[in-house]
């Protein structure tokens, strides 16, 4: 069993659509960060969270430390959206991050 | 900005070749990562460097090694590839500070024929 996993896997929107990414975790971490990666490869970092509510534009990432869950909202999806969002998180001691394996977003116009 | 490098974005080898990846930052981070990316796998940490000169395994150290002979590179090397490390391979880089998130560079894509 992964330390990160995230729901769903793959997730086919229409624009304008309300959009949610689950990210639930088993391990104590110290922050959860989240991750956009467009086709090509490059990752990007969006967020990093230790508590609370994040927001950057139609994206709002939040946490529960409690019962250890994150999501990623995406407000008025556009095309340009479509990538893979991955979370992360990580320790305090130690330099590893546990990552999930990713949820493949499509915004179709 | 952050600036990670990585020397190549797509490259095809043979079997038993020795490769190297290349990978390098200009923001004098301390921490230095290589990542291989697989479908339904995620990402792997293969190994990770805190200092010149020091590296520690990740999950996956197996068939590779690194070098960190300068604070902005760290490279990556097969020593005799195979078919089954044809992957994409991510290079990350942050300050020491755990609270600091990862920068990475565009990835290289590796095929071993």
């Known amino acids: 069993k992964n330390e990160v996993e995230q729901s769903p896997q793959n997730l086919t929107a229409q624009e304008g659509e309300f959009i949610t990414i689950n990210c639930s975790y088993s391990v104590g971490i110290s922050a959860l960060h989240w991750l956009q990666q467009h086709p090509g490869g490059g990752i990007v970092s969006l967020f990093m969270l230790s508590s609370g509510k994040k927001k950057h534009g139609r994206l709002i990432a939040t946490i529960n430390i409690q019962e250890k869950h994150s999501s990623l909202h995406i407000t008025a999806s556009h095309p340009r959206d479509s990538a893979v969002y991955i979370c992360?998180?990580?320790?305090?001691?130690?330099?590893?991050?546990?990552f999930g394996t990713g949820t493949s977003l499509t915004v179709i116009p | 900005d952050v600036k990670v490098t990585q020397s190549s974005r797509y490259l095809v080898k043979r079997t038993g070749e020795k490769v190297f990846l290349e990978c390098v930052q200009d923001m004098d981070h301390e921490n230095m990562f290589w990542y291989r990316q697989d479908p339904g796998l995620g990402l792997r940490l293969i190994y990770f460097?805190?200092?010149?000169?020091?590296?520690e395994k990740g999950d996956i150290p197996e068939g590779y090694s690194v070098s960190r002979e300068k604070k902005e590179r760290f490279s990556l090397i097969l020593e005799s590839a195979s078919t089954n490390q044809t992957s994409m391979y991510l290079c990350?880089?942050?300050?020491?500070?755990?609270?600091?998130?990862?920068?990475f560079g565009d990835g290289t894509r590796l095929s071993i024929l």
């Open positions: 460097s805190y200092d010149v000169k020091m590296k």
């Open positions: 992360a998180g990580g320790r305090d001691t130690g330099n590893q991050f546990y």
């Open positions: 990350a880089s942050r300050f020491r500070r755990f609270s600091q998130p990862q920068h």
